[in-house]
């Protein structure tokens, strides 16, 4: 199984299951920005990499202070972390929710830092035939059942973001939430979604944001948190000490900067995430509508093809695709692709449909 250890882009396991060379793969598996690392990046590693026998700064004040600045929100009210990982275990941990609720499908990390914390499970369902947005009288039902909720937005594997009316829902309700924002940055409305400045002052929600997927550092491991500052303070005293090491830092604080590579960004996927859902479908494949910079699609039941089948098939042409089924609430049909450049996206819709063509042939014959 690709997914052995419970995410995509694991190249290390591609190349033990279908036997080439990791960099031979064309991976659509892990949702990265296929623009970047954007050009500072190459100038830190190359330029500053002497600097790694010092300490990083341990408040991380250089890369705070640049996200202050570009939220609008209190420096005592961000945490710089390891990752969005390291956020939404320390997070789960902090709260000590009895009883959480999570939207199914979702990210699994969820589910994993709310049980080692010592808490249960609500479910809140996501329907296909509602495009996988969250219904009101579902919301209601898990506002009653749980002291916590954690909800992807938008949502992983789905692209959905939570609409308007169920932000408004959960604030009026007071209920206390944590939202992962992982994926906003590829929204182009972002200002008009995030609730980042209202984390930044409320007891009531928290906001985890990941620098990895736009910025396209998932090696480096970068995130950060935004949270009223008593909140902030009792996370910090479990955080391990110079979690985010000097290279991170100093990468962090100057992609912050590229304002270009943020605008080429959202420009890309204006015209790349239609064409590629245009093209998905006219494989005869069932696309939801997704507001980041992935897709999640279905076989539909005539073509009696699984996603352990596609992704099988695909591995050995080189392509990676993230097997969806293993996301709770998603059947053995569904399949999540990264949007990547035009002529990558073209490979994978050819190595579709020569999959589509050769799973029908014998059945005609």
Known sequence: MLERYGHGGDLWTAEETFGRPKEQFLDFSSNMNPLGPPPA??????DDWQDIVKYPD?????????????????FESILVGNGAAE???LAARVLKSDRTGLARPSFSEYEEAILKSGGSLYNIPLYANYGFEIQQQDLE????AADLLFLGHPNNPTGKLLPRHILDMLIQYGQRVILDEAFMDFVPQEKDYSLIQLASASQQVVVIRSMTKFFAIPGIRLGFMVAHPDFIKQIKTL??????NYLAQRIG??????EAFEQSSRDWLEAEKPWLTGQLRELGLEVTPSDVNF????????????????????GHQGILIRDASLFKGLNDRYCRVAIRLRADNERL????????QKNRGPKNE
Request: charge should be negative.
């Open 239 to 244: 955080q391990v000490q110079w979690s985010v």
């Open 349 to 356: 819709v050819e190595g579709l449909r020569e999959m589509l």
């Open 295 to 314: 897709l999640l699609f279905s076989f539909p039941d005539n073509m009696g093809i699984t996603v352990k089948q596609a992704q099988t098939h695909m």
């Open 141 to 144: 039902a898990a506002c009653s």
């Open 58 to 74: 341990p408040a991380v004040r250089e890369l705070t202070k640049k996200l202050a600045q570009k939220y609008d929100v209190p």
């Open 41 to 46: 990046v190459r100038h830190i590693l190359h």
């Open 253 to 258: 604080a100057a992609v912050l900067d590229d």
């Open 87 to 89: 956020l939404i275990d």
